[in-house]
């Protein structure tokens, strides 16, 4: 097991869902910006990291079919899988880290609130630009919301990667047309406050 996944499957072995600062019983934000994009119900959307993440729960309850959720974490999707009972048998569960992810589907939507701002290499970084260039179909969408130019420096007890609007166009732009982008401030579990950047990415 890597250091990175130790450090994931301890967390959701030892947290509940109100006592880590990245919890929303409602991702209000996400749900909103995906209603936007006027995606059918059969289409194809991934959540990055998103293993403690309600954004599944409530796309199934809107009647989207073709579900996927990528985690490091075995016990994070174990977690989401409950909250789902029968439905998540529906749902396409994809326990790996991130930069070893390959794939030979393409999806109308790639959706990551959790994953990317924990990448601090630039060889990562980089592997993961790639990827999404790879995996996200013609005219479809990338929304990435990552830790701010004022959000934190840290999270979970990791170093993360701050970002701005200009920082990500300038990683997406490439293969990507920016459609959106919004500071966006969460308030975690703990009434503390975090702020997000949040982008909307179209594929050219």
């Known amino acids: 097991m890597t250091k990175r996944k130790q450090h994931w499957e301890n967390v959701y072995e030892t947290k509940g869902d109100q006592e880590v600062s990245w919890y929303q019983e409602i991702p209000v934000t996400s749900l909103n910006l995906i209603d936007s994009l006027n995606l059918k ?22 009647g ?57 290499e630039k060889e990562d970084i980089e592997k993961y630009v790639k990827l999404v260039e790879k995996a996200i179909k013609t005219d ?34 490439d293969k990507f047309e920016l459609i959106d982008a919004f500071d966006d401030v969460h308030k975690t579990p703990f009434e503390t406050e975090q702020n997000f950047i949040y982008t909307v990415f179209k594929r050219k």
């Open 41 to 62: 119900k059969d289409d194809t959307i991934i959540d990055i990291g998103g293993g403690n993440s309600n954004l599944v729960v409530q796309l199934s309850k809107k």
């Open 64 to 120: 989207f079919k073709n579900l996927s959720v990528l985690d490091i974490s075995a016990k994070s999707l174990e977690r989401t899988k409950l909250k789902l009972k029968q439905t998540a048998e529906n749902i396409n569960w994809i326990v790996t880290d991130i930069l070893e992810f390959q794939t030979s589907f393409e999806f109308s939507l790639w959706h990551d609130r959790a994953t990317f701002h924990f990448l601090t």
């Open 140 to 173: 479809g969408f990338l929304i990435i919301a990552t830790f701010s130019n004022t959000g934190p420096f840290k999270c979970s007890g990791l170093e993360i990667t701050q970002y701005s609007k200009e920082t990500l166009l300038g990683l997406f732009h």
